[in-house]
T-cell receptor, first 110, second 114 residues
Framework: GQQVMQIPQYQHVQEGEDFTTYCNSS?????IQWYKQRPGGHPVFLIQ???SGEVKKQKRLTFQFGEAKKNSSLHITATQTTDVGTYFC??????????WGAGTKLIIKP | DGGITQSPKYLFRKEGQNVTLSCEQN?????MYWYRQDPGQGLRLIYY???????QKGDIAEGYSVSREKKESFPLTVTSAQKNPTAFYLC?????????????FGPGTRLTVT
């Protein structure tokens, strides 16, 4: 069945370093969504990408949708402690379902 | 304030008991969803509902049941048939059922069954 793979599972960075998570789909996606879940919290919608090759920025966060619409990435520049959490991508599956990646946990080293 | 409420935040039950998790939204959204989250994993869809009195099974519906008698409410019952019920349960809603609409999540219920 359709899968959305997300890597890495964890990323440890020093505060101020950059962070990137990658999302790959086994099929072409019409759109992809990104969510952030803080520790102990619930997922919160960040952004949706729809167009091939689309790049969107939110302050230090840059989201990209691949030309073939089968992959996407989230890059955070100069991480801060407020960025800690797990970042999920999700794409449309069968019917009305969203298929979720397993998430990438951003950990700031003390 | 509009949003989704889930109660309780933590729930403890003995094995063999059914338990019902509450989910209420005042966003006037048509679609509602129940997800299960296990440590280190993504969200897995249990059930979803497009409109009142209608709901569909997700990937892991076995051992769970739902009802949608009111637009605002979508309770989930974890039955004794669910083999591994301990997990974090998240309720979500969206304007309509389509993957182009963002989903809004409640704070979740952590269920522990011993």
């Amino acid at each position: 069945g359709q899968q959305v793979m997300q890597i890495p599972q964890y990323q440890h960075v020093q505060e101020g370093e950059d962070f990137t998570t990658y999302c790959n789909s086994s099929t072409t996606l019409s759109n992809i969504q990104w969510y952030k879940q803080r520790p102990g919290g619930h997922p919160v919608f960040l952004i949706q990408l729809v167009k091939s090759g689309e790049v969107k920025k939110q302050k230090r966060l840059t989201f990209q949708f691949g030309e073939a619409k089968k992959n996407s990435s989230l890059h955070i520049t100069a991480t801060q402690t407020t960025d800690v959490g797990t970042y999920f991508c999700a794409g449309p599956g069968e019917g009305y379902q969203l298929i979720w990646g397993a998430g990438t946990k951003l950990i700031i080293k003390p | 304030d509009g949003g989704i409420t889930q109660s309780p935040k933590y729930l403890f039950r003995k094995e063999g008991q059914n338990v019902t998790l509450s989910c209420e939204q005042n966003l006037n959204h048509d679609a509602m969803y129940w997800y299960r989250q296990d440590p280190g994993q993504g969200l897995r869809l249990i059930y979803y509902s497009q409109i009142v009195n209608d709901f569909q099974k997700g990937d892991i519906a076995e051992g769970y049941s739902v009802s949608r008698e009111k637009k605002e409410s979508f309770p989930l019952t974890v039955t004794s048939a669910q083999k591994n019920p301990t997990a974090f349960y998240l309720c979500a809603s969206s304007i309509r059922t389509s993957a182009v609409y963002e989903q809004y999540f409640g704070p979740g219920t952590r269920l522990t069954v011993t």
